[in-house]
């Protein structure tokens, strides 16, 4: 098992793997009860996912692990927020197609608040914007290997002293707690009539 740069043609793996992570995320479901057709959230949530797979990978912040040349997991960082330009430049047009420009800047404001938890709470330089393992290697400690070892070794080496993230999810956040990362506040967070949990952790940086 490596983990390693991603590339552009890894692009399609990283999507698929972090849309099937995230399918049924709190966060992400919000969502769907607003978008012009429901029933396509699928379609606007790889959208979503293909948007920040582009955008990472060109900042060379994007990171896959392979193992017997298959990729199994992906992790998104960055030490400077990838910026709305960006972002539609890496295909956030695309949204577009499946919710209105309202709705799109109310789930932007709601991920920017939950990712402030973890900003106003904690002391770190670097941010985890996603870590996603693909469905079939789930349990075999991929997640925990990135979490504990590769990140923070990233971090460290770029000369930084932690990382910090948040999730919606309790299992999330008990596997977080147990691969040694400081919970920061536990909040939740509202986008018109719907709401969801927010855990804040960081990870203190270190050289394997």
């Given at each position: 098992?490596?983990?390693?740069?991603?590339?552009?043609?890894?692009?399609?793996?990283?999507?698929?793997?972090?849309?099937?992570?995230?399918?049924?995320?709190?966060?992400?479901?919000?969502?769907?009860?607003?978008?012009?057709?429901?029933?396509?959230?699928?379609?606007?949530?790889?959208?979503?996912?293909?948007?920040?797979?582009?955008?990472?990978?060109?900042?060379?912040?994007?990171?896959?692990?392979?193992?017997?040349?298959?990729?199994?997991?992906?992790?998104?960082?960055?030490?400077?927020?990838?910026?709305?330009?960006?972002?539609?430049?890496?295909?956030?047009?695309?949204?577009?197609?499946?919710?209105?420009?309202?709705?799109?800047?109310?789930?932007?404001?709601?991920?920017?608040?939950?990712?402030?938890?973890?900003?106003?709470?904690?002391?770190?330089?670097?941010?985890?914007?996603?870590?996603?393992?693909?469905?079939?290697?789930?349990?075999?400690?991929?997640?925990?290997?990135?979490?504990?070892?590769?990140?923070?070794?990233?971090?460290?080496?770029?000369?930084?002293?932690?990382?910090?993230?948040?999730?919606?999810?309790?299992?999330?956040?008990?596997?977080?707690?147990?691969?040694?990362?400081?919970?920061?506040?536990?909040?939740?967070?509202?986008?018109?009539?719907?709401s969801c949990p927010i855990w804040a952790f960081q990870r203190k940086a270190e050289r394997l």
């Amino acid at each position: 098992m490596r983990c390693r740069p991603a590339t552009r043609e890894d692009i399609p793996e990283i999507t698929r793997i972090v849309t099937e992570g995230f399918l049924d995320y709190p966060l992400h479901i919000m969502l769907k009860p607003y978008l012009y057709h429901p029933e396509q959230y699928l379609q606007c949530l790889t959208a979503l996912n293909r948007m920040l797979a582009c955008a990472y990978q060109r900042s060379r912040n994007a990171f896959v692990v392979e193992t017997g040349g298959r990729i199994v997991a992906t992790a998104l960082m960055h030490d400077r927020k990838v910026g709305f330009a960006s972002n539609i430049t890496s295909g956030g047009y695309e949204l577009f197609r499946y919710a209105t420009p309202r709705l799109i800047a109310d789930f932007a404001n709601v991920t920017n608040r939950a990712d402030q938890i973890a900003i106003d709470n904690g002391d770190f330089d670097w941010y985890l914007e996603i870590l996603s393992v693909d469905k079939t290697m789930r349990g075999r400690g991929v997640g925990r290997w990135l979490v504990s070892k590769v990140l923070p070794d990233f971090v460290a080496r770029k000369g930084g002293h932690a990382y910090g993230f948040v999730t919606s999810t309790e299992s999330n956040a008990r596997f977080y707690l147990n691969g040694g990362c400081e919970l920061l506040d536990r909040v939740d967070v509202t986008m018109r009539e719907r709401s969801c949990p927010i855990w804040a952790f960081q990870r203190k940086a270190e050289r394997l």
